[in-house]
């Protein structure tokens, strides 16, 4: 008789036991992954940029591009509109300051010259005609004024005379009397004689001045009417070359109107466009530098334009030493302005790969070089050379610098 034998159950324990072992198992798969470096590739080291990280001499700076232009430039406007008569000299010419360079024609500012002209003449016939009438006025009231003394005179005498006679009893008291009476109208007609050529000689003195203020005016306006009609011949201000000319003959000009440019051509500044956010960090007296023909040359920021237009401001530079040969107006330079001053920095070359890292995180090559794996770092400054390396790298470590595009989610780089 078969005997039914009990499927024997796993005790608490037991269970237990083997879920331990079956995690440990799980843990240690975990490590060997984890600490086999994830995904890898494999990469010919001919495909990539290996660098070497080294301690060197930093200096932050920014790339920019600048323009060359005249150290100066004086603008040509029209000070009176007109039409373009004739031309002198044509666009980049060398100019002596006042020679002159194009003639306008206004024929309404001419006929207002003339009559401006005109009333100046006219003015100073009025003034003649016055002052021969005040001379003539003066000369009569000199007259009444000698008839007048000379009457007082002989009135004097009279009264002196008839004065002993009727005392002496020799005339009588009605001679007297009348002799009185006529030198004390002879002395009232003196006094006021006096005061009317007093007055007459004030009046004519104001009425001289008056008419000399109203010429001399009128002479002003005059003036400053030839002024405007030399005007329409434009002339250069400095001594320079004419550029930008843009004038033809027949061409109307509005006063107010550009016409062309002086630009002194003893020297040169660059013009530098800048991103605004480094407004902050540029001040005059800053330097950059740049290379042409195989030489470096200095610029030294001499003006700062605050005001920003699309992001972006300018300054002018000007050159610290040395101007380079054969430079020319409009020729473009790649400058690099240094934001601060030099120091010992441990260094790695700028790269690729930045675009992808943020400068957070950079593949280090392994001790014997046949594999890289990534690296946390922390990156400072940076020009247009080098980055400053903060934290996470030691002299002499080599790592990966260029472009990490083919490298999402890769882990470790075998290299071949």
Do not use: C
Request: hydrophobic share 35%; glycine share 8%; no cysteine.
């Amino acid at each position: 008789m078969d005997i039914k034998i009990e499927k024997k159950k796993l005790s608490t324990s037991k269970l237990l036991m083997i879920g331990g072992v079956t995690l440990l198992l799980l843990l240690i798969i975990y490590v060997i992954y984890a600490t086999s470096g994830g995904a890898k590739l494999s990469v010919n080291k001919e495909r990539i940029a290996i660098n070497t990280v080294k301690n060197g001499v930093f200096q932050e700076n920014i790339p920019v591009s600048g323009i060359v232009l005249p150290i100066t430039t004086i603008y040509l406007d029209a000070v009176e509109g007109g039409r373009v008569e004739e031309k002198f000299v044509e666009d980049g010419a060398i100019m002596k300051k006042g020679q002159p360079i194009l003639k306008l024609a206004n024929t309404d500012l001419e006929l207002s010259l003339i009559n401006q002209e005109t009333s100046v003449y006219n003015l100073l016939t009025q003034m003649q005609i016055s002052q021969n009438a005040a001379r003539q006025n003066t000369i009569n009231r000199l007259n009444q004024f000698t008839d007048v003394e000379n009457n007082l005179i002989e009135a004097k005498r009279l009264y002196d005379l008839n004065s002993k006679l009727y005392e002496k009893g020799a005339i009588g008291r009605q001679d007297y009397e009348s002799s009185v009476n006529n030198y004390n109208y002879q002395k009232q007609r003196m006094k006021l004689t006096n005061e009317i050529l007093q007055e007459d000689s004030i009046a004519t003195k104001q009425e001289i001045q008056q008419a000399k203020n109203s010429y001399q005016r009128t002479q002003n306006a005059l003036k400053l009417m030839r002024k405007k009609v030399e005007d329409l011949v434009v002339r250069a201000p400095i001594d320079g070359q004419l550029t930008s000319l843009d004038a033809e003959i027949g061409q109307s000009k509005n006063k107010g109107e550009r016409l062309g440019q002086i630009d002194v051509v003893t020297g040169y500044k660059v013009r530098v466009d800048i991103d605004e956010h480094y407004i902050s960090r540029i001040y005059t007296g800053q330097t950059g530098a740049f290379n042409l023909n195989n030489k470096q040359y200095t610029l030294v920021i001499k003006k700062i334009f605050t005001q920003v237009t699309n992001g972006r401001f300018q300054v002018d530079m000007v050159f610290e030493n040395e101007v380079p040969k054969g430079i020319r107006r409009g020729q473009n330079l790649q400058i690099r302005v240094a934001l601060s001053a030099e120091k010992e920095a441990m260094l790695i070359p700028v790269g690729g790969f930045f675009q992808k890292t943020g400068g957070n995180w950079i593949f280090k090559l392994s001790d014997d070089g046949a594999s890289a794996y990534k690296v946390d770092i922390q990156l400072g400054s940076q020009n247009t050379k080098y980055y400053e390396v903060i934290s996470g790298l030691n002299i002499g470590d080599k790592v990966i610098t260029s472009s990490y595009d083919s490298y999402n989610e890769i882990e470790q780089i075998i290299l071949k």
